[in-house]
């Protein structure tokens, strides 16, 4: 029988039970309908990932609809047209416009798209915890078919099983219901938009007079900071629960309605007067996305001391365009060095994450040139010579302009090779100023707040950054001055185009490789001299070396560290010596990971926890070749953990893969060390993006580790899954992947968001 004669009957009997029990009240959108998509679909339909381009985070994005144009697309020879929600197109004329359609009307005789598709789902439950079937492909790797409402019969009669919500324990009986009684009285949507409160208000009016201020010198500051502000989600000090704020460039000013300058790229010439504003993030906030910022009454007097206590003033202000945008230490040379510097480091975890968890990072070959598990350090202004060294400043500064602003496919070879050349010729210059300074010391780490100390871990295809040292001591560290922390952003943030083709994506990424190096050539002058190429020669093992010889400056091996540390293992002793210096700065101690006594637990938790972890503790940070539970592990596990009181606490599980070296965009597998990969195992949730969970009552965790460390082969890892496991069909699997968000909103309300279920894996 055809899906649409199945809806229509469905839907009249949904209408004749109504008709006997009486008329049912009016459903609401942003009572009735909102709750079920967040609960049941935003966690695949958010952000520039979501399956076909259909974001159901807002009633904007469900009336916007779906697009069988991906927004990720490593192929595609010619820039696409941006499809950012709330800023390319309002309404959905105009977004249909754009190439989408409807997945809310119905089509005469037909019920609409997404009530066919629910229908679908609804139709063909899934077997209670079980592995899904085969043929339902998942993960990124997924072709998603984004049929339109003409196409879904065909659609249904290939993929019967792949209806909606795809792969997951559906709705319930009341959810499909209210939805399809939604659908098919026409859908409206009764949404409005989120309002500041008046304190809100207030701030963000002191905050917009602050950076539209007249004068050619707050003109510049301007500039720069909301360049270095646009991806994030600000809070105010005393603001709302769940209000976040973004700035724009709006062609009216504060007071009245903004008119959004919807630029390619934030840097791009708005041409136009602009204005600064601060507009209200809509829709259901999503943690891939939520990249917090906070903004108070001291922020304002830092900025205002950084940036206005001194006397240097603006001739000229700079314009717009490509070599503007190429080189942001050029276009911005007026401002002090040491200012912007600063402004970066007091908050550089923001910075970081918006490089390592923005849009940029999303994909294998977009992340496969950093490794799975590393530290950042940043070096202190008063010992960066970019910061107190004008004529070194003015030599590096041509040399510090980065590739991706010419997109022609045809000369990307060469754009690559002249901006490479261009990077090592800098590389030279500062290992032969550096030279001449004096030996790098405990002092030249900057350790101003717990922004100093971060970890960095990829999961595969995403990646994630939290302060704090965690886990084991990594194979490689980073150490950031000025020109690599700003170049890292300008490259990976304001100037990368998630809409752009081959050439300006494929420039970004072979930059970042030569970034990675930069920032490991800086951290290994704090080793001592000769023993630095003996690390290269670890890091970039068998075609790294090909690598190294090819594309990177050779390093300086001879100028000491003025830091002792012992010359067997140099890197080990400078980690327990940075802890002891800078515990106090060090957000996150690790006892399970780098437990150096009988306790490998954390103090002051509930007893039961403390067992548990002393328990986990026997599975971090071993090889693989001695635990080969890792070989089936996928990157990012979650662990839940749940005490006979009640309290519960989540794990990250990661596995962090070995390479031979990352040098490469391509070929990863090539590369893979199985025998060397380790576990990282850490309270707390350190991804967007949970492969899988485990649930594990606190008094089983012994267990639990018992048949990881038993495990030898998929048939043993499977007896794991299936006793402690929640796979996508358990029944209850909203409530615990749900309960991940609910964790964060107790102990880090500020950067709770709904988390990502694409790389939820079928084990």
């Not at 070096?379 to 041509?398: C, K, M, S, W």
């Not at 068998?542 to 001879?558: A, H, Q, R, T, V």
Request: overall charge negative; proline content about 7%; hydrophobic content about 40%.
């Amino acid at each position: 029988m055809p899906y649409r004669f199945v809806v229509a009957s469905a839907l009249l009997l949904l209408s004749s039970l109504c008709m006997a029990q009486g008329p049912a009240p009016a459903i609401s959108y942003t009572r009735d309908i909102q709750p079920i998509f967040t609960e049941k679909c935003v966690a695949c339909h958010a952000c520039y990932d979501s399956a076909c381009q259909l974001n159901l985070g807002s009633g904007e994005g469900a009336g916007r609809g779906a697009s069988k144009i991906p927004v990720y697309d490593g192929e595609r020879s010619k820039a696409q047209a941006p499809t950012r929600l709330f800023y390319d197109a309002s309404g959905k004329a105009a977004w249909q416009r754009q190439g989408f359609y409807s997945v809310l009307d119905a089509q005469g005789s037909q019920a609409a798209l997404m009530a066919r598709m629910l229908e679908l789902g609804h139709r063909t439950p899934l077997q209670p915890n079980a592995k899904l079937p085969s043929e339902i492909v998942l993960g990124l790797s997924r072709e998603n078919m984004c049929p339109q409402p003409a196409e879904f019969d065909a659609y249904a009669g290939a993929h019967p099983k792949e209806g909606m919500p795809l792969a997951v324990t559906g709705l319930t009986d009341q959810q499909y219901q209210t939805l399809q009684r939604w659908l098919a009285s026409g859908a409206p949507i009764d949404e409005q938009g989120l309002a500041p409160s008046a304190r809100e208000s207030l701030q963000v009016a002191q905050w917009e007079n602050l950076l539209n201020a007249p004068g050619a010198r707050e003109s510049l500051v301007a500039r720069w900071l909301y360049e270095h502000w646009f991806l994030a989600h600000i809070y105010f000090e005393g603001g709302e629960p769940g209000h976040f704020f973004q700035w724009v460039r709006s062609r009216t000013p504060s007071g009245q309605p903004i008119d959004l300058i919807n630029t390619r790229r934030p840097n791009d010439d708005p041409g136009t007067q602009v204005y600064y504003r601060l507009w209200p993030v809509q829709g259901v906030i999503v943690h891939k996305t939520h990249i917090t910022y906070p903004l108070s009454a001291a922020k304002m007097a830092r900025v205002k001391t950084l940036f206005y206590s001194g006397d240097w003033q603006v001739t000229a202000l700079p314009g717009y365009g490509p070599a503007r945008r190429a080189n942001p230490f050029e276009t911005f040379e007026a401002i002090p060095a040491k200012a912007r510097y600063q402004f970066m480091l007091d908050n550089a975890e923001y910075f970081v994450r918006t490089f390592i968890r923005g849009p940029v990072c999303r994909g294998q070959i977009a992340t496969d040139v950093i490794r799975d598990n590393f530290w950042a350090l940043f070096q202190a202004p008063e010992h960066d010579l970019y910061i107190t060294d004008p004529v070194y400043r003015g030599q590096a500064t041509p040399l510090l302009a980065m590739p991706g602003q010419n997109d022609d496919v045809g000369s990307v070879l060469s754009l690559w090779l002249a901006y490479r050349d261009k990077r090592n010729e800098y590389e030279a210059l500062r290992r032969d100023f550096y030279a001449h300074a004096p030996a790098p010391s405990w002092s030249s780490l900057w350790a101003g707040n717990d922004n100093a100390l971060l970890s960095i871990f990829r999961h595969f295809d995403s990646a994630s950054v939290t302060k704090g040292l965690i886990g084991e001591v990594p194979q490689t560290m980073w150490l950031f001055d000025y020109p690599l922390l700003e170049r890292t952003y300008y490259q990976l943030a304001v100037n990368f185009d998630v809409f752009g083709n081959v050439s300006h994506q494929a420039q970004t990424r072979l930059y970042f490789d030569l970034i990675r190096n930069g920032a490991e050539q800086n951290f290994l002058r704090l080793m001592p001299a000769g023993s630095r190429e003996d690390f290269l020669d670890d890091w970039y093992q068998n075609s790294g070396k090909f690598k190294m010889w090819l594309d990177y400056e050779s390093i300086d091996d001879d100028k000491r560290s003025a830091l002792k540390l012992d010359p067997q293992d140099p890197k080990k002793d400078f980690v327990n010596q940075l802890l002891t210096r800078y515990g106090e700065l060090n957000a996150k101690p690790d006892p399970i990971n780098r437990c150096n006594g009988a306790y490998c637990s954390r103090p002051n938790i509930d007893p039961a926890l403390q067992d548990a972890e002393q328990a986990l503790s026997r599975l971090a940070s071993r090889p693989a070749a001695g635990l080969k539970v890792i070989e089936q592990l996928p990157e990012a596990t979650l662990l839940r953990v749940q005490t006979a009181s009640g309290q519960r606490e989540f794990y990250s599980m990661l596995r962090n893969r070995a390479h031979s070296n990352v040098a490469f965009m391509l070929g990863e597998s090539l590369r893979y060390q199985p025998g060397l990969d380790t576990l990282t195992i850490f309270p707390g949730i350190l991804s967007s993006y949970p492969n899988f969970i485990f649930n594990v009552p606190a008094d089983q965790v012994p267990a639990f580790v018992e048949a990881m460390q038993a495990v030898r082969d998929g048939a043993s890892f499977d007896r794991v899954v299936e006793r402690w496991g929640i796979r996508r069909s358990h029944p209850q699997f909203w409530q615990y992947f749900h309960d991940q968000t609910r964790y964060l909103q107790e102990v880090d309300p500020l950067e709770a968001g709904v988390m990502d279920m694409n790389r939820y894996e079928n084990l």
